[in-house]
């Protein structure tokens, strides 16, 4: 048995919430700052915590053995602030195990990204502080594969109703008969993990003992990816390989203050082509637990919509 606590309750967030309370050997605190009646229905201890307060964090996880972040903010300053006020708090409190805010890609992307900057002084913190840790990196969501899918239940069950944006790698420009920009050589592989698999992973490994990394989900290229759509959709598609260099001058031509989602699908491209969304699953072979696979999701979401008679 864990005594496990976590922090975000978000789209990921939720999935691991509900995957440790099917796991009953283990008991489970969510730190909150606002109450979440709802979480409690669901089994959960909560505790209000308030980062101005960083004693009622380190309150909220006294006896606690495993804390697991998921919280993410998009001012760079504050997610590092409040991320290594965590690390501290949970020092403090004798946790023994923590696992920081990653939940993306390789650490190689983190450093050579100017979007998640934040992340390289967070994980220096952490190593510092001697508590044991791993990063759970499960590279790019197989969800976003399903952006602009033609069966019209993907919104509410791929996407929890929320609109996504799209980002590398995606279809809908096949979809919709256009050509499809392929990063590089489409040879390089890159991982693929199912959200709700993220939360069985991680769930499934608080009772074994965690590596400093924890790459996880499948492993394809962009070049698989095409035979698997078209295979799924009946239809083809007109690849466009962007050989590296060319994205790295689209990043430069992008200025220095470009809206973030131009600026992150850019480096997206570039980090894809470069193979920095790669990590061995090791935390498959951890745990045991097969996720879903590129076919098996692909299948679900392009194939042709059947129309009624």
């Known amino acids: 048995m864990v005594q496990v606590a976590v922090i975000g309750s978000g789209n990921l967030g939720i999935k691991i919430i509900k995957a440790i309370l099917r796991r009953p050997q283990h008991t489970l605190k969510v730190l909150s700052r606002r109450p979440r009646p709802d979480i409690e229905a669901e089994g959960a201890e909560v505790a209000i915590i308030d980062f101005e307060n960083p004693s009622t964090i380190v309150n909220a996880l006294t006896g606690i ?4 972040s998921v919280v993410f903010d998009y001012d760079p300053a504050n997610f590092e602030r409040t991320q290594i006020i965590l690390i501290d708090a949970a020092k403090e409190a004798g946790v023994t195990r923590f696992a920081p805010s990653e939940w993306c890609w390789s650490e190689e992307f983190n450093n050579y990204s100017d979007w998640y900057t934040p992340k390289r002084a967070i994980m220096k913190h952490v190593r510092e502080s001697g508590l044991e840790y791993t ?20 919104l509410k069950l791929v996407f929890g109703g929320s609109q996504p944006f799209e980002i590398e790698p995606s279809f ?11 990063p590089g050589t489409g040879n390089v592989k890159f991982n693929l993990t199912l959200i709700s698999d993220i939360g069985e992973l991680v769930a499934e490994s608080l009772d074994k003992k965690w590596a400093p990394e924890s790459g996880m989900g499948v492993v ?35 200025g220095p203050n470009p809206h973030w989602s131009v600026f992150l699908s850019l480096e997206f491209k570039v980090g894809l082509a470069k193979g920095y969304f790669y990590m061995p699953p090791t935390l498959n072979e951890l745990t045991g637990y097969k996720p879903t696979t590129v076919e098996e999701f692909v299948a679900r979401w392009w194939s042709p919509v059947e129309t009624k008679a």
Not at 65 to 68: D, G, K, S, Y
Not at 235 to 248: A, S
């Open 172 to 182: 809908s420009a096949a979809h919709r008969g256009e050509v499809l920009e392929v």
């Open 220 to 254: 394809t290229t962009y070049n698989e990816l095409i035979q698997i759509w078209e295979k799924a959709s009946g239809r083809k598609i007109t690849p466009k390989y962007v050989p590296l260099e060319e994205l790295e001058q689209r990043l430069k031509d992008a």
């Open 135 to 154: 990063a759970f990196r499960p590279g790019h969501y197989l969800n976003r594969l399903a952006f602009g899918s033609p069966h019209p239940e993907v």
């Open 65 to 68: 053995h495993t804390l697991i």
